[in-house]
Structure formats: structure tokens, C-alpha cells
């Protein structure tokens, strides 16, 4: 039987080498403060001239805070080798999971298998302004598009929820989750492992 694709939520994401890493960890936060299903304390955060929610939890912000240094050392390093003002672009995945518990057919025994039940792609777009008129459209840019994506977060989690598998285990976290850099795409190969 054919796996359904979960649904995929994505989030154009633009800004400067300064506030990059402020900008996409705000980002990660609000995703997360709306699917972390463990209980919280709800805390905010200023981005930009925005309060954003932001999750008290040590293990979620140690892994947002690397796989944010990650996608901006691969932004910094792709824009010293190309043309600096042209607006260099990398992906970020949120991946949500549930664990299934499936038979293996050749040894009939359960193994545990996890499935992807929502996906969010942040597409990165790293600006470098040049003068300070530019770096002024580059702000007022960002904190357009900051308070868009935050609209969207709160929007689509609010209107898509049927898709959320149901709760069935008593951990903290029922619900395991990745944050991918670059992620491979659904093609033919990509499932394949060759690319």
C-alpha cells in the first residue's frame, strides 16, 4: 500500500546576514510552540520589533539553535562564493512524526517505524545590502515577512488539525520530530538514496 505524503507547509523566509539566525529561530519557535505537544510554559522572544512564542524546552532549543548555525554557516559559505547582493536561498524542514508499530512480513514480529504526519520547509533567502538605504528596505522587508510567516503559522495550525495522528502513548512527547537542512526532495531517486 502507497504511503500518503503528509501535508507540507512552507515558509519563504528573507533576510540579512545580521538577523538570519534570529529570524529563523524565531520561525522554529512559533512552528514549534503550536505542535510540541508536551506541556510548556509559554514564554516570547522579540525578533525584528515582534514578540514571538518561544518554547522553554532545553533539547528543543539546543537542536533549533545548531541546525540554525548550520543553515547559516551553508548560507555564509555559498554567499562568499557567489555574487554577494544576488540573494543566496537554502531549505530548513520541521518534520513531525508518529511511531507505528508494523509486522514484518518475513519474521513476523513488530518493529517499530516512524511516519511523517507534517512537514514545514522554510525557504531561506539571504540578502547582503550594501548601503545603508539598502540595509533600511532589507529591514522593513524582513519585518514584513516575519510578521506574514508568524500570520501563517498561527492560520494554517489553526485550519489544519484533522491530519494530527491521535495521542496514544503517555510520553512527554508523543510525537518525535526532526529539523533537516537541505532535505532531499520526493523524487524517484531521492527515495532511492542515489542523490
Known amino acids: 500500500m502507497e504511503q500518503r505524503r503528509p501535508p507540507e507547509f512552507i515558509i519563504e523566509v528573507f533576510a540579512d546576514p545580521d538577523s538570519v539566525n534570529d529570524v529563523v529561530s524565531g520561525i522554529l ?10 506541556t510548556i510554559r509559554p514564554k516570547t522572544r522579540e525578533v525584528l520589533d515582534l514578540t514571538l512564542p518561544l518554547v522553554d524546552d532545553v ?16 548560507l555564509g559559505t555559498s554567499s562568499d562564493t557567489g555574487a554577494r547582493n544576488t540573494g543566496v536561498r537554502g531549505l530548513m524542514a520541521v518534520q513531525f512524526f508518529e511511531k507505528n508499530l508494523k509486522r514484518r512480513k518475513a519474521w ?3 518493529a517499530e517505524e516512524e511516519v511523517c504526519w507534517e ?9 547582503t545590502p ?8 532589507v529591514r522593513n522587508a524582513m519585518e514584513a515577512m516575519l510578521l506574514k510567516a508568524a500570520m ?6 489553526n485550519r489544519e488539525k484533522d491530519h494530527i495522528p491521535p495521542i496514544t502513548t ?16 520526493d523524487s ?6 542515489i542523490f
Open 108 to 110: 513476523y514480529h513488530k
Open 170 to 185: 503517555s510520553e512527554a512527547n508523543p510525537f518525535p520530530y526532526q529539523i533537516v537542512i537541505n532535505p532531499k526532495g
Open 59 to 74: 533539547e528543543l532549543e539546543t537542536l533549533i539553535v545548531q541546525r540554525t548555525a548550520a543553515l547559516v554557516r551553508q
Open 130 to 137: 550594501r548601503t545603508e538605504s539598502e540595509r533600511a528596505k
Open 152 to 157: 501563517k503559522i498561527v492560520t494554517t495550525v
Open 29 to 38: 519557535n512559533t512552528i514549534f510552540f503550536h505542535r510540541f505537544f508536551p
Open 188 to 193: 524517484w531517486g531521492a527515495r532511492m538514496g
Open 119 to 127: 512537514q514545514w520547509t522554510l525557504d531561506v533567502t539571504l540578502a
